[in-house]
């Protein structure tokens, strides 16, 4: 039977994001707990028709790596998509659910790292070479955990029109964009694994990897492009959570994505070790992730050949 609302009752909030937020819901018919995210878009009728045609690849999916789905509807003005309820959440920030009740905030173990860096790159692997599609949005909050250890993989591009569609968001206005996106070139599945890369420091450091503190005279300090410049949506994305947290780290009053952006095209790639964080790691993790982070998109690794790679310790 197709997936109606009036089936679908409301349990808790799992979370807000730029286009819409996430329900824990259960389908009373067959007392499936799942996660509904909605999706406000603007388009017509014909393409919320075709969005719909192009998210039944979601359906077609199954790989222990990918979250899977249990179909969409649409619920004027909203698109709903049902998914696989991942009870450990995501690996957003720098929280992370350690199986206890407690949101745990800091670094993650790399051991964990590597088992993250694993089960994504094989998602990767089974989107790109058996589904035909790219992620296009890695980032923390889209690698899922549940309690039984398994990490997953949500949020993938298969729907163009609902990227186009998605209302008023910076779609595709990401921090972990690679620096070729950034200046235009084609989306490509090494674009993914520069994410990917990003992701990986992320999570080992417990904070996003810009930074200045590292640098002497960090291009982020110099504040040539004020968010009052910016477009409006821009600077409504600028001013969101994630933004937030750059600032923080870098301890630069606010830093705008144009500034991070120019950071990312212009200054070498962000490393795993760093003069203040290197106890524990690796020579293998770290050029594990160098792999995924050279600038050049034809130097850097696929997800195949990264799969390939040794990281034992
Ligand atoms: P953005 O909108 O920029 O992509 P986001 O990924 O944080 O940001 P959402 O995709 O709306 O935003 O997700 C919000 C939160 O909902 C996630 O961080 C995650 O914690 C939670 N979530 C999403 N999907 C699931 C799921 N299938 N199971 C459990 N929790 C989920
Ligand atoms: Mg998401």
Known sequence: DPLQESDLKDLAELGMGNGGSVMKVEHVPSGIVMAKKIVLIDAKPTIRKQILRELHIMHACSSPYIVSSFGAFLSEPNICICMEFMDRGSF????????????????????????????????????YEDMGVLHRDIKPSNILLNSEGQVKLCDFGVSGELE?????????TSVYMSPERILGSDYTVKSDVWSLGVTLIELAHGCFPFSDTDEGESPLKSGSVSSATLPSALSKRASSRKSRRISVHTGVGSLSILELMHHIVQEPPPTLITPSVQH?????????????????????????????????G
């Open 280 to 312: 524990s790691l690796t020579t293998e993790a770290d050029e594990f992730v160098g792999n995924c982070l050279k600038k050049d998109p034809v130097a850097r690794l696929n997800p195949r050949e990264l799969l390939g790679t040794s990281w034992d």
């Open 92 to 127: 957003e920030a720098n929280t992370w659910d350690s199986g206890d009740t407690e949101q745990v905030p800091g670094p993650i173990p790399i051991g964990i790292v590597r088992q993250v860096a694993r089960c994504v790159l094989g998602g990767l692997v089974y989107l």
């Open 164 to 172: 186009n569609s998605v209302a008023k968001t910076f779609v595709g």
